[in-house]
């Protein structure tokens, strides 16, 4: 990441986030989700390598080439990760202050912070989360990407078919493994039986059988204009291509296929975070 743009997220974290006595210090790159620290180990280094970073007032410079390679999605988050310090028992975040409030803090960063990155994120739509610990942020980043995975997935849908959302029929069926693990999502035009698109949604948390999974995936699909939608209520198994270990969705006979757009389509990447 260019330093000029790591001086202005610096600079709006200072000024809407962080407390008055809080230092600030960033890493200079925007991770994938496989490339954050695996375990607290690794977590640990880094947090040590920004807090000498944080004390000297400067940021954290990594080598791009030394990050483990990611695969492209058509949705996908990034981590900008830092760390603040302050004096022991002063305030570190905004809203500890006594005139400050967390949700005014957190609108003016996804707006500043938002328009600090816009040059950087030319032609793509992006949202800002909240700033938060370590993995908290990471959970809740996995949480608000399910929905947004929904709606990248039917706008591109839209644009590689020409076709509309409610031209779109969506296809929701649970997997499990020893339990149930997550529920996906497949699409195809009208009543054809040919799935052109996949999504994962994930289980998280306490989030299980007895939760209302299917109900939320409707919601976000029918706020995307997709209204033509089969739920399918049995078991299908957790199964993956062998050749490139996509994961399998189910068709509307409850089969387990590949997806794939048709030959004279736009094609999108194997897998959508």
Request: glycine share 8%.
């Amino acid at each position: 990441m260019a330093a000029p743009l790591l001086d202005t997220l610096r600079t709006q974290l200072g000024a809407h986030v962080m407390s008055a006595d809080a230092r600030l210090a960033l890493a200079d790159y925007l991770f994938s989700p496989d490339q954050l620290p695996r375990g607290y180990v690794e977590a640990r280094d880094l947090s040590d390598d920004l807090g000498e970073a944080a004390l000297a007032g400067t940021d954290l410079k990594l080598e791009a080439e030394s990050m483990s390679e990611t695969s492209s999605f058509l949705s996908d988050t990034r981590y900008l990760i830092g760390i603040a310090i302050a004096p022991r028992g002063a305030a570190l975040f905004r809203w500890q202050e006594a005139d400050g409030a967390r949700e005014d803090a957190v609108k003016q960063w996804q707006t500043q912070g938002a328009a600090a990155l816009a040059p950087m994120m030319q032609g793509c739509a992006y949202e800002l989360l909240a700033p938060n610990a370590f993995h908290t942020a990471c959970r809740d980043a996995d949480r608000a990407s399910r929905a947004y995975s929904l709606h990248a997935s039917v706008s591109f849908l839209e644009g590689a078919l020409n076709t509309k959302a409610s031209g779109l029929r969506a296809i929701i069926a649970p997997f499990h493994d020893q339990q149930l693990e997550e529920y996906r999502i497949s699409f195809t035009v009208g009543e054809s039986n040919e799935v052109v698109h996949g999504v994962v949604w994930a289980l998280l948390g306490a989030e299980d059988e007895e939760s209302d999974i299917v109900g939320e995936i409707e919601g976000v699909l029918r706020s995307c204009g997709v209204t033509d939608i089969l739920v399918l209520d049995h078991r299908m198994p957790m199964e993956y291509c062998d050749d490139c270990g996509a994961p399998m969705y189910a068709d509307a006979d409850g089969q387990p296929v590949h997806a794939g757009l048709p030959e004279d389509g736009e094609q999108a990447p194997a897998h959508l975070h």
